[in-house]
Protein backbone atom coordinates (compact mmCIF):
# COMPACT_ATOMS: atom_id res chain seq x y z
CA UNK A 1 0.00 0.00 0.00
CA UNK A 2 1.31 3.54 -0.08
CA UNK A 3 1.87 5.65 2.44
CA UNK A 4 3.46 8.68 3.91
CA UNK A 5 7.30 8.19 5.33
CA UNK A 6 9.54 11.14 7.29
CA UNK A 7 13.11 11.52 7.51
CA UNK A 8 14.71 12.10 10.58
CA UNK A 9 15.01 16.07 10.12
CA UNK A 10 11.49 16.07 10.81
CA UNK A 11 11.06 18.96 7.68
CA UNK A 12 7.98 18.88 5.80
CA UNK A 13 10.28 18.44 2.51
CA UNK A 14 11.18 14.90 4.20
CA UNK A 15 7.86 13.55 3.73
CA UNK A 16 7.22 11.29 0.72
CA UNK A 17 5.04 8.25 -0.49
CA UNK A 18 6.50 5.04 0.06
CA UNK A 19 5.56 1.33 -0.03
CA UNK A 20 4.17 -0.54 3.14
CA UNK A 21 2.48 -3.49 4.39
CA UNK A 22 -0.60 -3.55 4.35
CA UNK A 23 -1.93 -4.20 8.32
CA UNK A 24 -3.90 -6.64 9.62
CA UNK A 25 -6.36 -6.09 12.29
CA UNK A 26 -5.71 -7.88 15.44
CA UNK A 27 -8.94 -9.28 17.88
CA UNK A 28 -11.33 -6.39 18.34
CA UNK A 29 -10.10 -4.33 15.25
CA UNK A 30 -11.07 -2.95 12.14
CA UNK A 31 -8.93 -2.44 8.74
CA UNK A 32 -9.94 0.44 6.97
CA UNK A 33 -9.51 1.12 3.65
CA UNK A 34 -8.66 5.07 3.81
CA UNK A 35 -10.11 7.46 1.55
CA UNK A 36 -9.35 10.75 3.56
CA UNK A 37 -6.97 11.33 6.98
CA UNK A 38 -7.30 14.66 8.72
CA UNK A 39 -4.44 16.86 9.34
CA UNK A 40 -3.03 17.69 12.97
CA UNK A 41 -1.51 19.35 15.41
CA UNK A 42 -0.12 16.25 17.03
CA UNK A 43 1.22 15.04 13.39
CA UNK A 44 3.63 17.93 12.99
CA UNK A 45 4.77 17.04 16.75
CA UNK A 46 5.50 13.86 15.83
CA UNK A 47 7.37 14.64 13.12
CA UNK A 48 9.68 16.76 14.23
CA UNK A 49 10.25 14.58 17.04
CA UNK A 50 8.53 15.73 19.74
CA UNK A 51 5.51 13.04 20.18
CA UNK A 52 6.96 9.97 19.25
CA UNK A 53 3.98 7.20 18.79
CA UNK A 54 3.13 4.76 22.04
CA UNK A 55 4.39 1.19 22.12
CA UNK A 56 2.38 -0.62 19.29
CA UNK A 57 1.11 2.12 17.49
CA UNK A 58 2.46 2.29 13.78
CA UNK A 59 5.05 4.99 13.18
CA UNK A 60 3.34 6.64 10.41
CA UNK A 61 1.64 10.08 10.75
CA UNK A 62 -2.26 10.11 11.07
CA UNK A 63 -4.21 9.84 13.88
CA UNK A 64 -8.01 10.09 12.45
CA UNK A 65 -9.88 8.84 9.03
CA UNK A 66 -12.62 8.48 7.07
CA UNK A 67 -13.71 5.33 4.82
CA UNK A 68 -14.44 1.70 4.04
CA UNK A 69 -14.32 -1.31 7.14
CA UNK A 70 -12.74 -3.72 4.54
CA UNK A 71 -11.53 -6.57 6.83
CA UNK A 72 -12.80 -7.04 10.78
CA UNK A 73 -10.44 -8.79 13.94
CA UNK A 74 -11.63 -11.44 15.99
CA UNK A 75 -14.55 -10.46 18.41
CA UNK A 76 -15.97 -7.63 16.21
CA UNK A 77 -19.55 -7.13 16.05
CA UNK A 78 -20.66 -3.92 16.19
CA UNK A 79 -19.49 -2.77 12.53
CA UNK A 80 -19.61 -5.31 9.27
CA UNK A 81 -17.36 -5.51 6.20
CA UNK A 82 -18.73 -2.20 4.15
CA UNK A 83 -19.35 0.36 6.40
CA UNK A 84 -18.57 3.59 5.85
CA UNK A 85 -16.86 5.23 9.08
CA UNK A 86 -14.72 7.63 10.27
CA UNK A 87 -12.54 6.68 12.61
CA UNK A 88 -10.01 7.96 15.79
CA UNK A 89 -6.59 5.62 15.19
CA UNK A 90 -3.45 4.87 17.06
CA UNK A 91 -1.61 5.88 14.02
CA UNK A 92 -1.21 5.20 10.43
CA UNK A 93 -3.75 7.53 8.83
CA UNK A 94 -1.57 8.32 6.22
CA UNK A 95 -2.16 5.48 4.30
CA UNK A 96 -4.28 3.55 2.02
CA UNK A 97 -5.02 1.16 4.88
CA UNK A 98 -5.02 1.48 8.32
CA UNK A 99 -6.13 -0.33 11.80
CA UNK A 100 -8.13 0.85 14.91
CA UNK A 101 -9.92 -0.58 17.68
CA UNK A 102 -13.30 -1.23 16.53
CA UNK A 103 -14.46 0.95 19.74
CA UNK A 104 -12.83 4.17 18.86
CA UNK A 105 -15.23 4.55 14.70
CA UNK A 106 -18.06 6.12 14.37
CA UNK A 107 -20.77 6.02 11.57
CA UNK A 108 -20.00 9.34 8.63
CA UNK A 109 -22.91 11.52 9.46
CA UNK A 110 -25.60 12.07 7.55
CA UNK A 111 -25.15 14.26 4.57
CA UNK A 112 -21.95 14.54 5.46
CA UNK A 113 -19.25 13.41 2.73
CA UNK A 114 -16.44 11.37 3.79
CA UNK A 115 -13.78 14.50 3.55
CA UNK A 116 -15.53 16.20 6.29
CA UNK A 117 -16.06 12.81 8.56
CA UNK A 118 -12.23 12.73 8.28
CA UNK A 119 -11.88 15.89 9.95
CA UNK A 120 -14.17 14.76 13.29
CA UNK A 121 -12.52 12.75 15.48
CA UNK A 122 -9.19 14.19 16.80
CA UNK A 123 -11.15 17.22 17.58
CA UNK A 124 -14.31 15.82 19.08
CA UNK A 125 -12.46 13.49 20.72
CA UNK A 126 -10.35 16.06 22.88
CA UNK A 127 -13.19 18.96 23.36
CA UNK A 128 -15.37 16.34 24.69
CA UNK A 129 -12.63 14.51 26.49
CA UNK A 130 -10.88 18.22 27.89
CA UNK A 131 -14.11 20.28 27.92
CA UNK A 132 -17.15 18.30 29.22
CA UNK A 133 -14.81 15.53 31.20
CA UNK A 134 -11.73 17.57 32.27
CA UNK A 135 -13.34 20.84 32.39
CA UNK A 136 -16.84 20.03 33.63
CA UNK A 137 -18.03 22.39 31.62
CA UNK A 138 -22.13 23.10 31.42
CA UNK A 139 -24.94 25.14 30.56
CA UNK A 140 -25.07 28.63 31.36
CA UNK A 141 -21.38 29.02 31.77
CA UNK A 142 -18.56 31.12 30.13
CA UNK A 143 -16.00 29.72 27.97
CA UNK A 144 -12.50 31.25 26.87
CA UNK A 145 -10.88 29.25 23.88
CA UNK A 146 -7.50 30.18 22.73
CA UNK A 147 -6.81 29.76 19.25
CA UNK A 148 -10.56 29.72 17.87
CA UNK A 149 -10.21 29.38 14.15
CA UNK A 150 -8.58 26.23 14.37
CA UNK A 151 -9.99 22.83 14.42
CA UNK A 152 -10.16 22.68 17.85
CA UNK A 153 -11.77 25.95 17.94
CA UNK A 154 -14.31 25.49 15.98
CA UNK A 155 -15.14 22.62 17.33
CA UNK A 156 -15.23 24.28 20.55
CA UNK A 157 -17.68 26.55 19.44
CA UNK A 158 -19.99 24.37 18.50
CA UNK A 159 -19.95 22.20 21.82
CA UNK A 160 -20.71 25.67 23.46
CA UNK A 161 -23.78 26.10 21.43
CA UNK A 162 -24.68 22.47 21.71
CA UNK A 163 -23.96 23.00 26.00
CA UNK A 164 -25.87 26.32 26.19
CA UNK A 165 -22.28 27.92 26.92
CA UNK A 166 -21.40 31.13 25.92
CA UNK A 167 -18.32 31.20 23.77
CA UNK A 168 -15.22 33.69 23.70
CA UNK A 169 -11.89 32.88 21.15
CA UNK A 170 -9.02 34.55 20.15
CA UNK A 171 -8.16 34.96 17.11
CA UNK A 172 -4.85 36.83 15.36
CA UNK A 173 -6.95 38.47 12.47
CA UNK A 174 -10.21 40.13 11.82
CA UNK A 175 -11.12 37.50 8.93
CA UNK A 176 -10.67 34.43 11.71
CA UNK A 177 -12.78 36.67 14.21
CA UNK A 178 -15.51 37.49 11.67
CA UNK A 179 -15.35 33.82 10.29
CA UNK A 180 -15.69 32.83 14.20
CA UNK A 181 -18.82 35.07 15.20
CA UNK A 182 -20.16 33.63 12.06
CA UNK A 183 -19.89 30.16 13.38
CA UNK A 184 -21.28 30.63 16.33
CA UNK A 185 -18.77 32.27 18.64
CA UNK A 186 -19.94 34.61 20.84
CA UNK A 187 -17.02 37.04 20.55
CA UNK A 188 -13.91 36.69 18.67
CA UNK A 189 -10.80 38.41 20.02
CA UNK A 190 -8.00 39.64 18.28
CA UNK A 191 -4.97 39.55 20.09
CA UNK A 192 -2.50 40.91 17.77
CA UNK A 193 -4.55 43.76 18.32
CA UNK A 194 -5.87 43.52 21.52
CA UNK A 195 -5.21 42.98 25.44
CA UNK A 196 -7.66 39.62 25.46
CA UNK A 197 -7.19 40.02 29.45
CA UNK A 198 -8.58 43.78 29.25
CA UNK A 199 -11.44 42.23 26.91
CA UNK A 200 -12.49 39.33 28.29
CA UNK A 201 -12.98 41.27 31.32
CA UNK A 202 -14.89 43.82 29.77
CA UNK A 203 -17.16 41.53 27.98
CA UNK A 204 -18.16 40.06 31.28
CA UNK A 205 -18.48 43.03 33.03
CA UNK A 206 -15.56 41.97 34.99
CA UNK A 207 -16.70 38.60 36.04
CA UNK A 208 -14.17 36.32 33.81
CA UNK A 209 -14.96 32.80 32.70
CA UNK A 210 -16.02 29.86 34.20
CA UNK A 211 -13.35 27.44 31.82
CA UNK A 212 -10.37 28.39 29.57
CA UNK A 213 -9.40 26.12 26.80
CA UNK A 214 -5.67 26.46 26.46
CA UNK A 215 -3.12 25.29 23.58
CA UNK A 216 -0.51 28.66 23.61
CA UNK A 217 1.37 27.61 27.02
CA UNK A 218 3.45 29.41 29.13
CA UNK A 219 3.13 32.93 27.76
CA UNK A 220 -0.32 32.57 28.62
CA UNK A 221 -0.61 30.89 32.23
CA UNK A 222 -0.50 33.95 34.16
CA UNK A 223 -3.10 35.55 32.05
CA UNK A 224 -5.94 32.38 31.94
CA UNK A 225 -5.65 32.71 35.56
CA UNK A 226 -6.51 36.27 35.74
CA UNK A 227 -9.66 35.98 33.61
CA UNK A 228 -11.00 32.59 35.73
CA UNK A 229 -13.69 33.49 38.00
CA UNK A 230 -13.91 31.80 41.44
CA UNK A 231 -13.95 27.67 40.94
CA UNK A 232 -12.93 28.26 37.61
CA UNK A 233 -10.88 25.53 35.33
CA UNK A 234 -8.04 26.34 33.11
CA UNK A 235 -7.33 23.14 30.57
CA UNK A 236 -4.10 22.51 28.86
CA UNK A 237 -3.82 20.74 25.49
CA UNK A 238 -0.74 22.15 24.16
CA UNK A 239 1.97 24.28 24.69
CA UNK A 240 2.66 26.01 20.95
CA UNK A 241 5.14 28.71 22.82
CA UNK A 242 6.41 26.34 25.50
CA UNK A 243 5.23 24.36 28.78
CA UNK A 244 7.71 26.19 31.19
CA UNK A 245 7.35 29.85 33.02
CA UNK A 246 7.61 31.36 36.32
CA UNK A 247 3.99 31.56 37.61
CA UNK A 248 2.32 32.88 40.70
CA UNK A 249 0.27 29.95 42.50
CA UNK A 250 -1.76 32.74 45.06
CA UNK A 251 -4.90 33.31 42.68
CA UNK A 252 -5.37 29.59 42.24
CA UNK A 253 -6.04 29.22 46.10
CA UNK A 254 -7.89 33.03 46.23
CA UNK A 255 -10.20 31.68 44.03
CA UNK A 256 -10.44 27.91 44.47
CA UNK A 257 -8.73 26.71 40.92
CA UNK A 258 -8.59 23.69 39.04
CA UNK A 259 -5.65 23.29 36.46
CA UNK A 260 -5.67 20.44 34.53
CA UNK A 261 -5.06 19.00 30.94
CA UNK A 262 -4.47 16.01 29.20
CA UNK A 263 -3.74 14.23 25.40
CA UNK A 264 -5.79 11.92 23.63
CA UNK A 265 -3.01 9.24 21.93
CA UNK A 266 -1.71 7.66 25.32
CA UNK A 267 -4.88 6.95 26.44
CA UNK A 268 -6.54 3.50 26.85
CA UNK A 269 -8.26 1.79 24.51
CA UNK A 270 -11.15 1.55 27.17
CA UNK A 271 -10.70 5.52 27.85
CA UNK A 272 -10.95 6.30 24.24
CA UNK A 273 -14.08 4.03 23.47
CA UNK A 274 -15.94 5.63 26.52
CA UNK A 275 -15.14 9.07 24.94
CA UNK A 276 -16.49 7.27 21.56
CA UNK A 277 -19.58 5.74 23.16
CA UNK A 278 -20.14 9.69 24.63
CA UNK A 279 -20.00 11.61 21.39
CA UNK A 280 -22.24 8.78 19.49
CA UNK A 281 -24.81 9.66 22.35
CA UNK A 282 -24.76 13.36 22.77
CA UNK A 283 -22.72 14.74 19.24
CA UNK A 284 -23.52 12.45 16.57
CA UNK A 285 -27.33 12.88 16.55
CA UNK A 286 -26.82 16.94 16.22
CA UNK A 287 -24.25 16.36 13.20
CA UNK A 288 -27.27 13.87 11.68
CA UNK A 289 -29.58 16.29 11.97
CA UNK A 290 -27.32 19.14 10.85
CA UNK A 291 -27.74 21.40 14.23
CA UNK A 292 -24.00 20.81 14.56
CA UNK A 293 -21.38 21.93 12.06
CA UNK A 294 -18.05 21.53 11.18
CA UNK A 295 -15.45 23.57 8.22
CA UNK A 296 -13.21 22.40 5.83
CA UNK A 297 -10.60 24.58 4.34
CA UNK A 298 -8.03 22.45 2.43
CA UNK A 299 -7.87 18.92 0.77
CA UNK A 300 -4.55 17.90 -0.38
CA UNK A 301 -3.74 14.15 -2.29
CA UNK A 302 -1.72 12.50 -0.13
CA UNK A 303 1.68 12.91 -2.01
CA UNK A 304 1.21 16.51 -1.03
CA UNK A 305 1.50 15.99 2.83
CA UNK A 306 4.29 18.61 2.45
CA UNK A 307 2.04 21.22 1.52
CA UNK A 308 -0.64 20.29 3.77
CA UNK A 309 1.64 20.45 6.54
CA UNK A 310 3.13 23.61 5.69
CA UNK A 311 -0.33 25.14 5.30
CA UNK A 312 -1.03 24.13 9.20
CA UNK A 313 2.86 26.05 10.27
CA UNK A 314 1.97 28.80 8.52
CA UNK A 315 -1.42 29.12 10.71
CA UNK A 316 -3.28 30.24 7.79
CA UNK A 317 -6.31 27.98 7.73
CA UNK A 318 -9.42 28.29 9.39
CA UNK A 319 -10.43 24.63 10.39
CA UNK A 320 -9.88 21.32 9.30
CA UNK A 321 -7.34 20.01 6.73
CA UNK A 322 -7.57 16.31 4.86
CA UNK A 323 -5.37 14.79 2.97
CA UNK A 324 -7.11 12.31 -0.11
CA UNK A 325 -5.80 9.10 0.03
CA UNK A 326 -8.33 7.51 -2.22
CA UNK A 327 -10.22 9.54 -5.65
Known amino acids: MRQIEHGPDGS ?6 VDGARPEPGPGEILIE ?16 RYPPPPGASPVLGLEVAGRVCALGQGVGEWKVGDMVTALVPGGGYAEYC ?3 ASHALPIPRGMGLAEAAGLPETWFTVWANLVGLGR ?3 GERLLV ?12 QLARHLGVQA ?6 EEKARF ?4 GADDAINYREEDFVARVKEITGKEGVDVVLDMVGAPYLQKNVSVLRRDGRLVLIAFLQGSRTEFDFMPVMLKRLTITGSTMRPRTVAEKAAIRDALRQEIWPALDAGRLKTHLFATFPLAQARDAHQLMESSRHIGKIVLQVRG
Not at 34 to 49: C, T
Not at 147 to 157: D, E, F, K
Open 12 to 17: PDSMRV
Open 34 to 49: VHYAGVNGPDLAQRQG
Open 99 to 101: VTP
Open 137 to 139: LKR
Open 146 to 157: HGGSSGIGLTAI
Open 168 to 173: LVTVGS
Open 180 to 183: CREF
